[in-house]
C-alpha cells in the first residue's frame, strides 16, 4: 500500500490505520459536579494524509451546523481513506444542552481563544482546544449560523489575500464566498495564527436546521475532502453540480427606519437592485405600512426572520461584489 499510514494518538488514546474512535474531551464540571462529556469522533485512515477538522456548536444555539457534522457521521462520509477526520459536532455542549449562545459562565466562547490553563471556564475550555486538538490539526472547517432570528444564506467567511483559503472556499462551493476579517480571539483567529487552514461556514438561523443548509455544508466537506484527496466521491457528488460561489468583497447592513411588525418578500441569496421593495413593516393596529426599500444594489446574503422589529433593527445583510 502506498503511504501506509501510521498510528495516531490524541488525547491519549492510539488510533490504528483504518481504525474509527471516540474519545472524551473533559475539562470542566457543572455546579454540581457533574461531568460534562464532549464526545471527539476520529477516524484514521490506512493511507497517510492531512488532518481535517470539523466542529460546530462553538455557539450552543447554532443547531443547523451541529446537525450538518451528525449527518456526515451518520451517514459514514467522515471516513477517509486517505489522512484524518476529526468531528466535534457540539464544541459548546453546555450550550448546547441549555440551547444559549454563552458558555455556563456567561461568556462567548469563541471570544476567548487561546484561553487560559487557570482561566475561566470558557476561557479553560478554549486552552484544552487549543493545546489537546489543534496541535493535530492541518485543516478546519468552523460551523456557523446566524444570531438569533437572523438566517444567514450559506456562505464562507475567509480573510482577505489568502489564495489558498479563497480555493478552498471555491471547492466548498457555497452560494457566497464572503471576504471578512478574523475577529479578535476567535477560534479562527487563534488557529490561522498557528497556521492551520480555517474555513468559517455560516448558514441558517439559530435553533433552527434547515434542509438546504444542511446539504450545502455536507456537500461542502465531501467537496474539501476530495479535493484534498482523502476519499473519492465523484458518485455522490455526480448528483450535486458546482455552482460558481458568488464573492463578496464588502457587506453591510440595511435597518429598519421605523419598529412594527415585518414581513419580508424576499429570498436569502437574492440579487436586488436599487429601489427594490424587498418587504413591509406596519403596527398592530392598521394604522401606517411602511415599504422597505433597498437604498442601494447587491445580494441578500443574510435576513431577519423576526417578525417584530424595533427601529434601527438589522432587515437585510446586503453584499457587494
Same mark, same amino acid.
Given at each position: 500500500?502506498?503511504?501506509?499510514?501510521?498510528?495516531?494518538?490524541?488525547?491519549?488514546?492510539?488510533?490504528?490505520?483504518?481504525?474509527?474512535?471516540?474519545?472524551?474531551?473533559?475539562?470542566?464540571?457543572?455546579?454540581?459536579?457533574?461531568?460534562?462529556?464532549?464526545?471527539?469522533?476520529?477516524?484514521?485512515?490506512?493511507?497517510?494524509?492531512?488532518?481535517? /477538522?470539523?466542529?460546530?456548536?462553538?455557539?450552543?444555539?447554532?443547531?443547523? !451546523?451541529?446537525?450538518?457534522?451528525?449527518?456526515?457521521?451518520?451517514?459514514?462520509?467522515?471516513? *477517509?481513506?486517505?489522512?484524518?477526520?476529526?468531528?466535534?459536532?457540539?464544541?459548546?455542549?453546555?450550550?448546547?444542552?441549555?440551547?444559549? $449562545?454563552?458558555? *455556563?459562565?456567561?461568556?462567548?466562547?469563541?471570544?476567548?481563544? *487561546?484561553?487560559?490553563?487557570? %482561566?475561566?471556564?470558557?476561557?479553560?475550555?478554549?486552552?484544552?482546544?487549543?493545546?489537546?486538538?489543534?496541535?493535530?490539526?492541518?485543516?478546519?472547517?468552523?460551523?456557523?449560523?446566524? %444570531?438569533?432570528?437572523?438566517?444567514?444564506?450559506?456562505?464562507?467567511?475567509?480573510?482577505?489575500?489568502?489564495? &489558498?483559503?479563497?480555493? /478552498?472556499?471555491?471547492?466548498?462551493?457555497?452560494?457566497?464566498?464572503?471576504?471578512?476579517?478574523?475577529?479578535?480571539?476567535?477560534?479562527?483567529?487563534?488557529?490561522?495564527?498557528?497556521?492551520?487552514?480555517?474555513?468559517?461556514? &455560516?448558514?441558517?438561523?439559530? /435553533?433552527?436546521?434547515?434542509?438546504?443548509?444542511?446539504? $450545502?455544508?455536507?456537500?461542502?466537506?465531501?467537496?474539501?475532502? @476530495?479535493?484534498?484527496?482523502?476519499?473519492?466521491?465523484?458518485?455522490?457528488?455526480?448528483?450535486?453540480?458546482?455552482? &460558481?460561489?458568488?464573492?463578496? !468583497?464588502?457587506?453591510?447592513?440595511? $435597518?429598519?427606519? @421605523?419598529?412594527?411588525?415585518?414581513?419580508?418578500?424576499?429570498?436569502?441569496?437574492?440579487?436586488? &437592485?436599487?429601489?427594490?421593495?424587498?418587504?413591509?413593516?406596519?403596527?398592530?393596529? %392598521?394604522?401606517?405600512?411602511?415599504?422597505?426599500?433597498?437604498?442601494?444594489?447587491?445580494?441578500?446574503?443574510?435576513?431577519?426572520?423576526?417578525?417584530?422589529?424595533?427601529?434601527?433593527?438589522?432587515?437585510?445583510?446586503?453584499?457587494?461584489?
Amino acid at each position: 500500500m502506498k503511504n501506509k499510514n501510521t498510528p495516531f494518538t490524541m488525547l491519549d488514546t492510539e488510533i490504528k490505520p483504518g481504525k474509527k474512535a471516540v474519545v472524551i474531551l473533559d475539562t470542566a464540571r457543572l455546579h454540581t459536579h457533574n461531568q460534562i462529556e464532549v464526545p471527539v469522533i476520529i477516524e484514521h485512515g490506512k493511507e497517510a494524509g492531512p488532518v481535517l /477538522l470539523l466542529n460546530a456548536g462553538i455557539h450552543g444555539n447554532e443547531i443547523n !451546523g451541529v446537525e450538518i457534522v451528525r449527518n456526515l457521521i451518520a451517514k459514514k462520509l467522515n471516513k *477517509p481513506q486517505r489522512g484524518t477526520v476529526i468531528c466535534i459536532p457540539a464544541l459548546n455542549v453546555f450550550g448546547f444542552l441549555n440551547q444559549t $449562545r454563552e458558555y *455556563p459562565d456567561g461568556k462567548d466562547l469563541n471570544r476567548m481563544f *487561546p484561553g487560559a490553563k487557570n %482561566g475561566s471556564l470558557a476561557s479553560l475550555f478554549a486552552w484544552h482546544i487549543m493545546n489537546k486538538v489543534l496541535p493535530h490539526v492541518d485543516y478546519c472547517i468552523d460551523f456557523h449560523t446566524g %444570531g438569533a432570528n437572523r438566517f444567514n444564506s450559506s456562505q464562507i467567511r475567509i480573510s482577505k489575500g489568502k489564495p &489558498e483559503l479563497l480555493e /478552498l472556499a471555491q471547492v466548498f462551493n457555497p452560494r457566497f464566498i464572503v471576504y471578512a476579517p478574523d475577529r479578535d480571539k476567535s477560534f479562527r483567529q487563534v488557529a490561522t495564527q498557528l497556521g492551520k487552514k480555517v474555513l468559517l461556514f &455560516e448558514g441558517g438561523k439559530s /435553533l433552527d436546521i434547515h434542509n438546504r443548509i444542511t446539504m $450545502r455544508g455536507t456537500t461542502g466537506i465531501m467537496r474539501v475532502m @476530495h479535493h484534498l484527496g482523502m476519499r473519492d466521491f465523484t458518485p455522490e457528488l455526480a448528483a450535486f453540480p458546482n455552482q &460558481e460561489p458568488i464573492i463578496i !468583497g464588502e457587506a453591510t447592513w440595511i $435597518r429598519a427606519r @421605523h419598529g412594527g411588525m415585518f414581513r419580508f418578500q424576499v429570498k436569502d441569496g437574492s440579487k436586488v &437592485e436599487k429601489g427594490d421593495i424587498i418587504g413591509s413593516i406596519s403596527d398592530p393596529y %392598521g394604522r401606517f405600512e411602511h415599504q422597505v426599500k433597498m437604498p442601494e444594489g447587491g445580494y441578500i446574503i443574510g435576513l431577519n426572520h423576526a417578525p417584530i422589529v424595533y427601529q434601527g433593527d438589522a432587515l437585510i445583510h446586503l453584499g457587494r461584489v
